[in-house]
């Protein structure tokens, strides 16, 4: 389960009270999915490379500024047209990924993969928490399969978690060897 790193008290107006926006390469933002997020979040421009190998490209919010939290933005080519997203945040050795919709096609099941992969060989992410709305057609579905890759669920007032309504999250805890640091911190 997920543990407790510390007792945080989040401020209305800052942390995680902002959550992942999406990007213009999105389908999602396209047909509006993601009504309602803060126009303060920053606009696409704001990310830049942080990493691309294979299929994968990492975005993120500058790095040397110290955000917190920092917007990461993993993008996975699954043809040349076309790409899987997973938008997140990344607060206090957790990564915050919004589960995209149609996240259990076969492509973004490895967009997944890769991404974590990624977070746990290149960050000193300690867990990874998935989400989405409570109110989705597929959240049966999404509970399963997402159970299945080891994901568990989080009680909602778990006080590690952001003041988000109506979502669920599920957490995927990586383990760390205390001896092994990661080659890159996002």
Not at 66 to 77: A, E, S
Not at 98 to 113: K, V
Not at 129 to 135: E, H, I, K, M, S
Request: with cysteine.
């Amino acid at each position: 389960m997920l543990p407790c790193y510390k007792s945080i008290t989040y401020k209305e107006q800052e942390d995680l009270t902002l959550r992942p926006r999406c990007c213009l390469q999105c389908s999602e933002s396209l047909v509006g999915l993601h009504r309602g997020r803060s126009s303060k979040q920053g606009d696409q421009d704001q990310l830049k490379e942080l990493y691309s190998a294979g299929n994968l490209t990492v975005l993120a919010t500058d790095p040397l500024l110290h955000q917190n939290p920092v917007q990461l933005d993993f993008h996975f080519r699954l043809t040349p047209q076309t790409s899987a997203h997973w938008h997140g945040l990344l607060c206090d050795h957790r990564l915050f990924l919004d589960i995209p919709y149609r996240a259990l096609d076969q492509g973004s099941r490895e967009s997944l993969t890769a991404t974590l992969e990624y977070v746990e060989e290149k960050t000193n992410v300690d867990s990874v928490l998935v989400n989405f709305q409570n109110n989705r057609n597929d959240r049966g579905a999404l509970l399963r399969a997402f159970s299945y890759m080891g994901f568990e669920v989080v009680r909602p007032d778990h006080p590690a978690l952001p003041p988000w309504n109506n979502v669920i999250f599920m957490v995927y805890p990586l383990e760390r060897d205390l001896g092994h640091l990661p080659s890159e911190t996002p």
